[in-house]
């Protein structure tokens, strides 16, 4: 018994090593082959390695799994198959992804091991791509219906942060793109309320920005145009003078609007950062963890604070999520139809958003996290203290207390998943078009200024349509 034990004490470090460099797997390195499918535009192969993937497939995992499906199968051209698992993700995010047993995963074992929720703008996305798998489809009332859910969403999301201008409480973007929606289906009052919300959220910003993105002038002589279009003179007038912009209401023509949408490059993927705490005791009494850069959480312990031991937690590592951009290849462009050149302005920037809404939550995450860390270590130091109580060593106790300190080890674990098939960012342009064919050259620029031009075709019918237009790279 005692040559197993020692033999088991002397092979822990080694075991704890080797399972501590697998369980820092990333998710990303996890779904390695399905993403440099995915880059690579090999959507058949990549569907096949999500289909495969052990880590996606758990149930914790079936949003990100159902978010990842829409989106290839979107890329594919598949739209009514990538409404039907967007539309499951939908009534999943709908019927809750929390409960008792998920927290208990999280306050036991690690944040990465609970059910997936979502990042707040990864679900405003997808109404974004709903709407637009229904516009392909030639089905606007169905579109007109996530229109309708952005406001929905709009309002869960200023309920959970009190509307703070702080918070990511709104999202411009999906407000714009509801104004759109709205204006496809000829209901410009509708349109101007939607394009005057996000008008607003920029406006309440000094610099007229939100979340990298400056407020496109596009949007402001939308929401000018819809306001004279509503006889709405005087609000007209207000935003001119807002904008500081003079605005002409043109003629409509025959051929009627394209609303062309620049996907470009990928969305920032987690990786695991370490970071070192230790425990401190303030004068009245009140438990704080505290690092070398100064950062001090509080300790909101729901037992006798005065009975924690500061030598039983001494110093935590927390494993904890850090995003890394992926550089686009190209930076700017243009389309040009009918003798007219426009350039993309930015509508959304997802990449600002992922690394702003991880920086906003910080400091309530890494409390969470460090509370289970210093719960554990308090367990672990409490079954050593009691193997050598009475002069003597409990081998079952010591082992015990070798077994939490293992398990501490190993289960610590960040949370490094999130949907990494997103564009890093969004521009749109918009231009008239001509009755009948139209030839819209797409030009794109890389960093050194090396141009690339794509041509598609757009047949003009007197409506607004709208074209999404994604580079992986």
Request: glycine share 8%; with cysteine.
């Amino acid at each position: 018994m005692i040559n197993i034990r020692t033999r088991f004490f002397r092979a822990s470090p080694v075991i704890g090593v080797m399972l501590f460099l697998f369980g820092c797997t990333t998710y990303n390195q996890s779904l390695t082959s399905y993403y440099k499918n995915v880059y690579a535009g090999n959507y058949p192969q990549a569907e096949k390695d999500l289909d495969n993937n052990g880590l996606i497939q758990k149930p914790r995992n079936k949003l990100l799994y159902l978010m990842e499906k829409g989106r290839v199968t979107h890329l594919r051209g598949e739209y009514e198959e990538s409404n039907k698992y967007f539309n499951n993700a939908d009534q999943l995010l709908d019927s809750g992804l929390t409960g008792v047993a998920d927290a208990a995963v999280g306050l036991l074992v690690n944040s990465m091991s609970q059910t997936y929720k979502g990042e707040d703008f990864e679900k405003f996305m997808i109404h974004y791509y709903k709407a637009l798998n229904y516009l392909y489809l030639n089905n606007i009332e169905d579109a007109i219906v996530e229109a309708r859910r952005i406001t929905l969403q709009a309002q869960d999301q200023g309920d959970k942060f009190n509307n703070k201008d702080n918070r990511y409480s709104n999202d411009a973007f999906a407000l714009m793109f509801q104004g759109m929606l709205y204006e496809r289906n000829n209901d410009v009052n509708n349109a101007f309320i939607s394009y005057r919300n996000a008008a607003e959220i920029y406006l309440k910003n000094p610099d007229q920005a939100y979340y990298g993105t400056p407020m496109p002038m596009r949007l402001k002589e939308d929401v000018i145009r819809t306001a004279m279009l509503n006889g709405f003179t005087t609000e007209a007038d207000q935003f001119e003078k807002t904008f500081g912009i003079p605005y002409t209401l043109g003629k409509p023509t025959e051929g009627g609007v394209l609303i062309l949408f620049w996907e470009n490059g990928l969305a920032p993927v987690k990786t695991q950062e370490d970071l070192f705490f230790s425990m401190v005791r303030h004068s009245d009494g009140g438990l704080f963890f505290v690092n070398g850069a100064g950062l001090e959480i509080p300790f909101n312990y729901s037992g006798d604070r005065n009975r924690v031991n500061l030598k039983s937690v001494e110093s935590l590592r927390v494993a904890f999520p850090k995003y890394i951009a992926q550089t686009p290849y190209y930076l700017s462009g243009s389309i040009s139809v009918n003798n007219e050149q426009v350039p993309f302005e930015k509508a959304e920037d997802i990449n600002e958003l992922a690394f702003k809404t991880l920086q906003q939550r910080t400091l309530k995450e890494l409390g969470k996290v460090l509370a289970r860390l210093a719960v554990k270590k308090m367990a672990e130091y409490g079954l050593r203290a009691a193997a050598t109580s009475d002069g003597k060593t409990n081998g079952v106790l010591e082992g015990l207390g070798y077994g939490v300190q293992l398990y501490s080890l190993l289960s610590e674990k960040a949370d490094t998943r999130n949907w990494q098939s997103l564009p890093s960012s969004i521009s749109y342009a918009r231009v008239l078009l001509q009755k009948g064919a139209n030839k819209v050259s797409i030009t794109l620029k890389n960093a050194q200024g090396v141009a690339e031009t794509k041509t598609i075709e757009i047949q003009g019918n007197g409506t607004m349509q709208f074209y999404n237009y994604a580079t992986l790279r």
